[in-house]
């Protein structure tokens, strides 16, 4: 993430938009893989079901990760080409740094409750 501050310190444009472009893939995998493995996984090993504990900790990080999701998903919208980082790089520097910051208490929280939960209850 330091790269992109330097590119867009730098006007490199076109290094920015392949950085934006790594950073949504990535992003876009990670998300794939908490829908398809780590939630039903937990899911699955919730005792009491549906409305138990872990099922209602998963639906909460789901539904957190569903507002991040929407907002990384208008951060690269706005700035997924070369114009509009040229166009407004105090812009997209303010905005990733929101994003980022997003993205950073999302660990956070993920490494305190979520794989701690799915470590005791998964096996994982």
Avoid: W
């Amino acid at each position: 993430m330091d790269d992109l501050g330097n590119q867009i310190r730098l006007g490199d444009v076109r290094g920015a938009t392949a950085t934006l472009r790594r950073l949504q893939e990535s992003l876009l995998a990670h998300l794939k893989s908490e829908d398809e493995k780590l939630y039903i996984d937990l899911k699955s090993a919730d005792p009491s079901g549906t409305g138990g504990m872990i099922s209602v900790t998963v639906s909460t990080f789901s539904t957190a990760m569903r507002g991040i999701s929407a907002r990384a998903d208008r951060f690269f919208k706005k700035y997924g080409d070369g114009a509009a980082i040229s166009g407004d790089p105090k812009g997209l520097q303010s905005d990733f740094a929101n994003l980022q910051a997003d993205i950073l208490r999302r660990i956070q929280s993920e490494e305190t409750v979520l794989y701690p939960l799915y470590e005791k209850h998964c096996g994982g």
